[in-house]
């Protein structure tokens, strides 16, 4: 086969790859407007990308960056439907990219190179001259790169000296961040803050829905202080924005103990929520 036709050929595949992802963008730009993952069962668009469509988590969040700054500013899926902006392009202007912004940053998208882009942009947000990453190295170490503020970079040096004083030895940068984790855990982690609870001091009430804290801090305990959900056999790892639900509800004789409360996050609880609701009006005609 002549190299001037796998170059065709290679151009054909090209205009289809570039034509999928804006394709890809537009649904689920409508799939993000209707909330159409949660009657997929997904609590979340980055959860349907990622589980639903079998994405990485780095292309499904680009992908949905991309398709959210869309709506706002309608040329960017314009020119990624040229194919003159490539996705990732896309998705590093969408941080600094405005209405009032629009033709410069298209134009920059366009013409320079991603290093380029990422100095024009770094320049505008310093903030994201540096891109959070931790990388394995090796066996259980990973390398962390960020960038931080020069206060900051004083306090962790404060720090430092701090934690060398106590340990009457020189401590590293890792070894303080070590420690002022530890504290703060030991301090503000609500599974920590659960063990430490002490017997409450009158009887919990169950048939109210107010949630003492004692129930609170056993139903933390229980569930690991994460999101119980379980879908198709895999629990859902979510251990921010958490909730506590009530798996029976109170209106329908639900009482407030132990065993009908459960941890979920914010999305999962919002699915459960809108699920109820299409029953109800299902019931209710």
């Known amino acids: 086969?002549?190299?001037?036709?796998?170059?065709?050929?290679?151009?054909?595949?090209?205009?289809?790859?570039?034509?999928?992802?804006?394709?890809?963008?537009?649904?689920?730009?409508?799939?993000?407007?209707?909330?159409?993952?949660?009657?997929?069962?997904?609590?979340?668009?980055?959860?349907?990308?990622?589980s639903g469509l079998g994405l990485s988590e780095a292309i499904s969040y680009n992908l949905i960056t991309v398709a959210r700054k869309s709506r706002e500013i309608p040329m960017l899926q314009e020119k990624l439907r040229e194919g003159t902006i490539t996705l990732s392009n896309a998705k590093q202007i969408a941080s600094v990219l405005t209405k009032e912004t629009q033709e410069h940053w298209l134009a920059a998208a366009t013409t320079l190179t991603t290093r380029e882009l990422e100095r024009e942009i770094a320049k505008e947000n310093p903030k994201l001259a540096v891109i959070e990453r931790a990388r394995p190295v090796s066996g259980d170490r990973l390398e962390l790169k960020l960038g931080i503020?020069?206060?900051?970079?004083?306090?962790?040096?404060?720090?430092?000296?701090?934690?060398?004083?106590?340990?009457?030895?020189?401590?590293?940068?890792?070894?303080?961040?070590?420690?002022?984790a530890k504290l703060f855990l030991e301090k503000e982690d609500p599974l920590e803050k659960a063990k430490r609870m002490k017997p409450a001091r009158k009887e919990h009430d169950p048939l109210k829905c107010e949630l003492s804290a004692a129930i609170k801090h056993q139903v933390k305990l229980r569930d690991g202080d994460r999101c119980a959900h379980v879908r198709n056999e895999v629990r859902c790892k979510e251990r921010k924005w958490l909730?506590?639900?009530?798996?029976?509800?109170?209106?329908?004789?639900?009482?407030?103990?132990?065993?009908?409360?459960m941890t979920l996050c914010r999305g999962h609880h919002q699915l459960i929520h809108s699920s109820r609701e299409e029953l109800r009006r299902y019931q209710t005609g």
């Open 1 to 50: 086969m002549k190299i001037e036709t796998l170059h065709q050929q290679a151009l054909s595949f090209v205009k289809t790859y570039l034509s999928a992802e804006s394709d890809l963008v537009a649904v689920l730009q409508e799939i993000d407007l209707c909330r159409g993952y949660r009657d997929l069962g997904y609590k979340s668009l980055f959860e349907y990308a990622t």
């Open 149 to 180: 503020s020069e206060e900051l970079h004083q306090e962790l040096r404060r720090a430092q000296e701090i934690v060398s004083t106590k340990n009457k030895k020189s401590a590293s940068l890792e070894e303080t961040i070590e420690a002022l």
């Open 243 to 261: 909730d506590i639900h009530h798996i029976k509800p109170v209106s329908v004789g639900g009482l407030t103990v132990a065993e009908n409360l």
